[in-house]
T-cell receptor
């Protein structure tokens, strides 16, 4: 079956530090890959996505590249802000109507 | 702008009550989902629906049922609420295929 593994948190960084959150997956077929963000007390918002190998998704300074050879989709940002503090979820879809999520990684950014 | 709306942000119910959580989407999406989110467990799929009146069990359907009488509305029903159903409930919708899902703001349910 499908599965997503992401690094456990919390990840604690100072403002302007570089961020990497690792995500690897196992899937049948050719999945689309997603990163979602959840701010405290809110639902999930789509942050970025990639639909095929070597695609790079980007949004709000965050980037992730679909690496088929390593089955990975790591999230990166060059300079984090306090407002980036949230929980980040990696997810995949293989087209059978449901998303498979990782367990989430909490990011805490201090001034 | 796409919108998935859950009827309540916060809900407190008593053990044994029948509880209805409502979700409406305005994007004409075929697929709708109910997840629950618990610390350390991530998101777990309760039920999903790929068409009106169609439903499929997810990973944790026990103690829940769903109803989809209209395309835009997907209801989650707790037949007899129990304290272990205290959780954050998230509704989502999507088009068919390898596409993203759009989420509502969540309902934090407390069963006392």
């Amino acid at each position: 079956g499908n599965s997503v593994t992401q690094m456990e948190g919390p990840v604690t960084l100072s403002e302007e530090a570089f961020l990497t959150i690792n995500c690897t997956y196992t899937a049948t077929g050719y999945p689309s890959l997603f990163w979602y963000v959840q701010y405290p007390g809110e639902g999930l918002q789509l942050l970025l996505k990639a639909t095929k190998a070597d695609d790079k998704g980007s949004n709000k300074g965050f980037e992730a590249t679909y690496r088929k050879e390593t089955t990975s989709f790591h999230l990166e940002k060059g300079s984090v802000q306090v407002s980036d503090s949230a929980v980040y979820f990696c997810a995949l879809s293989t087209g059978y109507s449901t998303l498979t999520f990782g367990k989430g990684t909490m990011l805490l950014v201090s001034p | 702008d796409v919108k998935v709306t859950q009827s309540s942000r916060y809900l407190v119910k008593r053990t044994g009550e029948k509880v209805f959580l409502e979700c409406v989407q305005d994007m004409d999406h075929e697929n709708m989902f109910w997840y629950r989110q618990d610390p350390g467990l991530g998101l777990r799929l309760i039920y999903f629906s790929y068409d009106v009146k169609m439903k499929e069990k997810g990973d944790i359907p026990e103690g829940y049922s769903v109803s989809r009488e209209k395309k835009e509305r997907f209801s989650l029903i707790l037949e007899s609420a129990s304290t272990n159903q205290t959780s954050m409930y998230l509704c989502a919708s999507s088009l068919p295929g390898r596409t993203e899902a759009f989420f509502g703001q969540g309902t934090r349910l407390t069963v006392v």
